[in-house]
């Protein structure tokens, strides 16, 4: 009896997934003491991909759960990662698939996961109108199933309807215009509503509810007829339903008329019977016609004549009443039992979230600015302490302290300065510093070359936009290159003046490994040497014991203490950790969103307030032992004549050296984790360039065959107007970064650098949600007076942890590392730099 329309879905294409999702978690999630790994999770969403698609277009009920779960996965997903982040080109045509004969597009290709939930969503509103057309409705069941399904369909049509646009971001496929999905959706509940048509006439329920019921599917189908004729929209449809729509429209209007007859004849009204039973029988004749199809609803003409017949035979010879006209007749009354059932939260009923661990966007952004303010407190107040232990040794080498008061006998070196020697002896003495020296400038060079490789694929794709633009014209449609690449060549110049403020951090290296070269060299001697070098002490090394000599040493021993203090304080301020991650989810639940600058005040405040104080206090006291230190030497001095003689001037050297060798020491090997962690940023930035250029070039490819399809058929049409939200906003990341430490050559944590992607605001090619902050302190170096990286710079993350065994020097082809999944070309060799 009823013959029910589905939708046709649209026909996705096999893409990888999994490269691109695992640089992203990597990249966003990773850190060096929390490194991330989804590989298992990533490739379960991948199969479940490959499936769900395919699955969908057996029309099976079976194969609903699929295509829920893998729906489910994704919006999860995209609630946790950036929508536009990833940077996969889904490709899906039009599924109705007549676009390119209206101008339109067959296909679209959009790098997004909403325009991926999207595409999926649409297809399992159709499967639903599918599964639901196949149903037999002489049972309960399928009566049930049918109307269950054309309701969520129209539900999720229309959620569709009011949401592509903000998902999209772009000129859609057919399909996917609101005005189609609002077409589709009353089509949808029309049908919902025919099929409780069907289950009251099925359940014989009394004739007037039927007629309502019968009232109201009329109704909705002169809708459903008047928004499917639309110009713009009755192109898209197959031929036969805007018949099929039109004979249905007047079917129920008939059956309204019988129904309500079947009422007439119980209350013996039989001249309105008669008058009824007149209109249903012209009405469904009409709809034949309207429909094309024989037999249309021909159970119920049987039925309509057989009762018109006895009814004007008992007027004849029984009632003799008079026939109503048709106009005065009182309407029939509605019954509305199809509705649109809203779009669920979850769809399906196995949902195990793969990446259950990620957290939220708005969580994952409140812990990256705290993380941000956290390093900043704790490099700041490190620094501090850095900074006055450095004062603090270098006022004491000046003075010949600790050595100056210790007892020698000839040419015998102080026990201090011995053990100084032995001290960088055991650090692998003056040729560490030398092959840690060697290494930086093939360090830099490596990052040069793959921000060079970064610039070439962005000027070689800008190059060929430009060239079909000016080939095309205006029917070359797609956003120019300069307005989505803004970002991603902002943070090339960023990254090339981190690379130039670390060559500056670099030449001070250099300028104090200069300076003490000749001492560092010596302490790396043996003692033997050493005590050779140094002149023999005039007065034969004796100290007197006096009043000066005892205070002295009381207060060297307070220099230790006050040191072994203040490496307390710093592992206590490197290791001092808050679960911010609970009270932000908790926030989240409470209030709907995340105030994270008061939560994180507040906290930072409770976790550091104690140990900042310990800082202030430590520094204080630092000014009172200088003062009494200066005091007692002077004293000491007056007593003993000390601190003038040549073998005085060579120890006070030999202290200052091995001061300095400590420092190079952990400024190099900062400096070498700080290039080797840059290169695996680099790295991630040019897999998401290769990533944009390789979408670019897939949608490029795609507008090329629909332009040269279009000159084919000599019917090249008007081009699409570009859509306001082609815009781009050109704001920056990370104007308003706290100032660092003027004492630290290199980036503390590595606040300094800017955000690693093309964060363009321009969809849909990707938005950027910074990794979190690494863990504790990394700093590089203690030199006072330089701040290489200016403080507009706020990179809010950290860098991803480096592969096992450290970064090979012969990028690109190194393993392990966060490019090793996507070939590059070589760039041209350049000569390092050389000291």
Request: glycine share 6%; proline share 6%.
């Amino acid at each position: 009896m009823v013959e029910l329309i589905s939708v046709p879905l649209k026909k996705p294409t096999e893409v990888d997934i999994v490269k691109p999702l695992q640089n992203l978690i990597q990249s966003t999630y990773s850190t060096a003491d929390k490194p991330q790994d989804y590989t298992e999770s990533i490739n379960e969403l991948q199969k479940l991909r490959n499936t769900a698609i395919w699955r969908a277009f057996d029309r099976y009920e079976s194969s609903l759960d699929v295509i829920y779960n893998y729906y489910d996965e994704i919006s999860a997903l995209e609630g946790k990662i950036p929508a536009h982040e990833v940077q996969i080109p889904f490709k899906w045509k039009d599924a109705f698939n007549k676009a390119t004969l209206f101008g339109g597009r067959q296909s679209l290709t959009i790098s997004s996961l909403s325009y991926e939930r999207v595409c999926v969503l649409f297809n399992i509103a159709a499967l639903q109108s599918a599964v639901a057309a196949n149903q037999i409705l002489d049972s309960d069941e399928g009566l049930k199933l049918a109307a269950k399904l054309f309701q969520q369909a129209a539900g999720i049509f229309y959620h569709l309807k009011n949401t592509v646009m903000s998902a999209v971001q772009q000129d859609p496929t057919p399909d996917l215009n609101p005005e189609t999905l609002q077409a589709l959706s009353s089509l949808m509940l029309a049908q919902a509503q025919e099929i409780f048509v069907v289950k009251s006439i099925h359940d014989n329920m009394k004739d007037g509810i039927i007629a309502k019921l019968c009232c109201q599917c009329e109704d909705m189908y002169v809708e459903v007829l008047k928004i499917f004729q639309k110009e713009n929209l009755k192109v898209l449809w197959d031929r036969e339903w805007l018949s099929l729509i039109a004979g249905k429209q007047g079917a129920y209007h008939a059956l309204t008329e019988f129904y309500q007859s079947l009422v007439c004849k119980a209350s013996k009204k039989v001249g309105e019977e008669i008058t009824r039973l007149e209109q249903a029988s012209q009405l469904l004749k009409t709809a034949q016609t309207r429909s094309g199809r024989t037999g249309f609803f021909d159970e119920f003409m049987s039925k309509i004549q057989r009762n018109l017949t006895e009814a004007k035979k008992d007027n004849d010879f029984i009632y003799h009443e008079r026939i109503p006209d048709p106009k005065s007749l009182e309407p029939v009354g509605k019954a509305m039992l199809a509705k649109v059932i809203s779009l669920p939260e979850k769809l399906g009923t196995n949902f195990k979230d793969l990446f259950g661990e990620l957290v939220p966007v708005a969580i994952h952004q409140a812990l990256a600015t705290f993380d941000v303010r956290k390093n900043e407190i704790v490099n700041t107040e490190i620094s501090r302490l850095r900074e006055s232990t450095q004062l603090l040794n270098s006022i004491l080498a000046s003075l010949n302290l600790p050595a100056a008061i210790e007892d020698t006998e000839g040419t015998d070196l102080p026990q201090s300065l011995i053990e100084k020697a032995n001290n960088v002896s055991s650090e692998g003495g003056i040729s560490s510093l030398q092959n840690l020296i060697t290494e930086l400038p093939e360090l830099l060079k490596r990052n040069r070359d793959i921000l060079d490789e970064c610039e070439r694929l962005l000027n070689e794709e800008k190059e060929s936009d430009d060239k079909l633009r000016s080939q095309f014209e205006s029917r070359w449609t797609r956003t120019p290159s300069e307005k989505l690449t803004e970002m991603f060549k902002s943070n090339i110049a960023k990254y090339r003046q981190i690379i130039n403020n670390a060559i500056e951090a670099d030449k001070v290296v250099k300028t104090k490994y200069e300076m003490h070269l000749a001492g560092m060299q010596l302490l790396s001697k043996p003692i033997s040497e050493i005590e050779s070098a140094v002149p023999q002490s005039a007065g034969g090394g004796n100290v007197k014991d006096s009043s000066a000599v005892t205070t002295l040493r009381r207060l060297m021993e307070e220099v230790e203490t006050i040191k072994a203090e203040r490496d307390v304080i710093e592992h206590e301020l490197k290791s001092a950790t808050i679960d911010m991650k609970t009270k932000f989810l908790h926030a989240l639940a409470q209030d709907g969103g995340v105030n994270e600058t008061a939560l994180s005040v507040e906290s930072l405040g409770q976790l550091y307030g104690p140990l900042q104080k310990q800082v202030k206090a430590s520094l204080a006291k630092q000014e009172t032992l200088v003062s009494e230190i200066q005091a007692a030497n002077t004293q000491f001095i007056r007593e003993n004549g000390a601190g003038s003689s040549s073998r005085d001037t060579k120890m006070k050297e030999l202290a200052a050296a091995h001061d300095a060798f400590i420092e190079l020491k952990n400024n190099l090997k900062e400096g070498t984790t700080f290039y080797n962690n840059l290169t695996q940023l680099l790295v991630s930035f040019q897999n998401k360039i290769s990533d944009f250029v390789f979408a670019r070039k897939t949608e490029k490819e795609e507008l090329l065959k629909d332009l040269t399809h279009e000159s084919s058929r000599q019917s090249p049409g008007s081009a699409p107007t570009l859509p306001t939200h082609h815009t781009t906003d050109g704001g920056t990341h990370g104007t308003n970064a706290p100032s660092q430490p003027d004492n630290l050559p290199y980036p503390v944590n590595y606040q300094g650098m800017p955000i690693p992607y093309g964060a363009s605001t321009q969809a849909p090619y990707p938005t950027y949600i910074p990794p979190p902050m690494p863990q504790g302190y990394n700093p590089y170096g203690t030199l006072p007076g330089t701040m290489p990286y200016p403080a507009t710079y706020n990179y809010p993350g950290g860098f991803p942890q480096p592969p096992p065994g450290g970064v090979n020097p012969g990028y690109p082809g190194y393993s392990g590392g966060a490019g090793s999944n996507y070939p590059t070309q070589q760039p041209p060799h350049q000569q390092p730099p050389k000291w």
